[in-house]
């Protein structure tokens, strides 16, 4: 229109064609008006078209506090239903922006997202209060942390000297400031809001879908390789192929998750294992004690025992027969690595059976001798306060899957396999069956002696 004065039959016409039409910029295209002077006409007649200033709007609010649905509600009062749900969800539409009542800002043009200035680098999820209060990993930044970042950063401090400051590495500062400064600066409350907008990694699974890596991966499975083995074939097969890359754990979870669209059923009986489902792991500091009384670790045992320099400390385990029915307990000196075995009467290997053979066994030897028993957790030894009470040693226990605690014990255990093998009912063997496999495996020279006999060691510590 230029500076010429506005036709009023032209104005009266635009007038009436944005009472039709509820919007100030489709009825300006369409009567070829300047888009400030449209705005301008609809502002002085009082129907701009700004939040709450629409000029249907109070007429479609009235129609829903009466219950009306909001397709029918937007119809009756001439509203597109887009803007109507924008109404209803408390979306503000500003020049060619969406303002969400989470701060987001969508740019329906250009199509990228703001949150308090910050310029997101994916499509954002509403971020609601639990997930911005949820608690953690300590790896990840806090909002105090952030609010630190943001008073160091302004007083001039470098990434390296904010990174000490917070305990945090300063590439851990460095990304944080890259990934959420917007065109206002670092604001620590914007940043943690697109933090945890961010979090949420809804990504398919990649061995649901047809692809090579899955034809791949059930082949290998049928050909009964494990997952690791899979995972290292797969690389070395495609070396320059980022596409033919799976993980051990992806195979995993396909295997057990394979209600949700994972590997055939057929294929799963490839594991190894047979489970159908992943077996539970506990915190180990969180595992209830299998024992009435607390057991005492081997991290507590003396430094002294350790060394090997004073005799007197034993090590012991039970080697079991067929069908896990007898059992024979054994004991081996750690100095002297002389061996002796706990005769179990019958079928009975429980708690009370192994605490009477040992106390038995052990009360003929010397005091100076009765220094301290090392033992792994099973359950046999669920009565060791009672053993200690009536031997005086103390009882230290291995770390769960941990034989190499107590070496020499596994060792022995072996050397007895010649004469007590797998599979075998140990309750055939008398005490004077025993005595002579003792005998016998105590009187053969020992490399780790100097080839010594733990017999001639032993005597030589009861004659001194």
């Known amino acids: 229109m230029g500076g010429k004065r506005l036709d009023p039959a032209l104005k009266k016409h635009f007038l009436e064609r944005l009472d039709a039409v509820g919007s100030v910029s489709p009825v300006a295209r369409e009567l070829g008006l300047n888009l400030n002077t449209a705005f301008t006409l609809a502002r002085k007649a009082g129907m701009a078209t700004g939040h709450l200033g629409h000029p249907r709007r109070e007429e479609y609010e009235k129609l829903r506090g009466q219950g009306v649905s909001r397709r029918e509600a937007a119809q009756r009062a001439g509203v597109n239903p887009r803007t109507a749900k924008d109404w209803d969800n408390g979306v503000r539409r500003t020049g060619n922006s969406r303002v969400y009542p989470d701060g ?14 910050v310029i997101m680098k994916a499509p954002v999820r509403p971020v609601s209060l639990k997930s911005l209060e949820k608690k953690l990993h300590p790896r990840f930044l806090t909002l105090s942390e952030r609010e630190q970042i943001r008073d160091l950063r302004a007083a001039g401090q470098s990434l390296r000297a904010i990174g000490r400051a917070l305990g945090r590495p300063a590439s851990t500062i460095s990304r944080e400031l890259r990934n959420n400064t917007g065109p206002a600066g670092y604001h620590p409350y914007a940043a943690h809001r697109v933090a945890a907008a961010r979090r949420p990694r809804p990504k398919g699974r990649k061995l649901v879908g047809e692809s090579p890596s899955r034809n791949f991966v059930q082949d290998g ?12 074939a797969l690389t070395k097969s495609h070396p320059d192929d980022q596409d033919m890359r799976v993980s051990v754990e992806t195979i995993y979870q396909a295997l057990y998750l394979q209600a949700r669209g994972g590997l055939k059923r057929e294929v799963q009986a490839a594991v190894r294992t047979g489970r159908t489902r992943r077996k539970p792991r506990r915190d180990p500091s969180r595992r209830t004690s299998r024992f009435n009384d607390p057991m005492v670790m081997i991290s507590s045992r003396p430094a002294e025992v350790e060394d090997r320099a004073v005799p007197g400390h034993w090590e012991g385990d039970l080697i079991v027969g067929a069908h896990g029915r007898s059992a024979i307990a054994t004991l081996v000196e750690r100095t002297t690595r002389y061996t002796m075995l706990v005769h179990l009467p019958g079928s009975s290997h429980d708690a009370a059976a192994v605490r009477d053979g040992l106390v038995r066994t052990v009360q003929t030897l010397p005091p100076h001798l009765r220094g301290s028993l090392t033992w792994d957790q099973g359950c046999e030894m669920a009565r060791h306060k009672q053993f200690t009470m009536a031997t005086g040693m103390p009882v230290y226990f291995c770390d769960p899957a941990s034989p190499w605690q107590r070496g020499s014990n596994e060792n022995t255990n072996g050397l007895l396999r010649q004469y007590f093998p797998k599979g ?5 063997h008398s005490p004077e069956d025993l005595e002579h496999v003792a005998q016998e495996l ?4 020992r490399k780790t002696l100097d080839w010594d006999t733990p017999a001639e060691r032993l005597r030589d510590l009861l004659t001194t």
């Open 221 to 232: 499975l049928r050909r009964r390789w494990s997952p690791e083995q899979i995972c290292h």
């Open 424 to 428: 075998t009912d140990l309750s055939l």
């Open 104 to 117: 987001r800002r969508v740019n329906y043009t250009t199509g990228t997202v703001t949150m308090s200035g």
């Open 442 to 445: 105590n009187g053969r020279p």
